[in-house]
């Protein structure tokens, strides 16, 4: 991953936070809640989320010390969990969701895992340990992409009576192949730095 500029990163994360999918997720998730109420759970998710991942992108490199674990682990994990996200956005199940608790929802499941999952997590920590010294840059990625996701989930109803619920979900599946594409790079850039130490270990 070390060939991403601050653009394509930011790209990255927002296939991975998937805004546009996430918005009959939320639709659900708010359908008990006042109108008037629904942007400020909208906003106070969409930073609880900010904070996670901000928290992943500073703290990340010491849980990884921590846990003994290596860069190139992180990345083909990251590639293996991207792959299987992604599958899920271009074959989606209806019972992905589950049932959700009645009344306003408060960090899960709209911080987590909808918008800071295990994807995104991967993502920022990949990010900063193969690229530390740019760090700041990947701050400011991150911050494109949560004011991103924010605008698209308060203008969600909007969104959905414009362009259709069946054009959001073809677009989910669009970004779905692409973070298919992104998880393979991943998996075999991987592969050819472990293959050799196989080989010469």
């Not at 998710?45 to 992108?57: N, P, Q, R, S």
């Not at 019972?95 to 959700?100: E, I, R, T, W």
């Not at 308060?154 to 973070?179: K, S, Y």
């Amino acid at each position: 991953m070390t060939g991403y500029t601050f653009t394509s990163a930011t790209i990255l994360l927002l296939l991975i936070t998937d805004p546009l999918g996430n918005i009959p997720l939320f639709a659900n998730a708010l359908r008990d809640v006042p109108p008037a109420r629904r942007p400020v759970v909208i906003v106070r998710e969409v930073l609880i989320a900010f904070g996670l991942l901000l928290a992943f992108m500073f703290f990340g490199e010491g849980f990884l010390r921590q846990m003994n674990l290596s860069d190139l682990a992180l990345q083909l994990a990251g590639a293996v969990v991207l792959f299987l996200i992604a599958l899920r956005m271009v074959f989606p199940s209806h019972h992905d969701n589950g049932a959700l608790p009645a009344g306003e929802p408060l960090i899960v499941p709209l911080a987590i895992p909808a918008l800071a999952g295990p994807s995104a997590l991967a993502t920022v920590l990949l990010l900063v340990s193969q690229a530390p010294e740019r760090r700041l840059e990947w701050v400011g990625a991150l911050c494109v992409t949560m004011v991103v996701c924010a605008v698209v989930l308060l203008l969600a109803e909007r969104i959905q009576r414009l362009i259709g619920e069946r054009v959001v979900l073809a677009f989910e599946r669009l970004m779905g192949l692409v973070l298919v594409a992104i998880s393979v790079e991943m998996a075999l850039r991987g592969l050819k730095v472990l293959v050799p130490q196989l080989l010469h270990g």
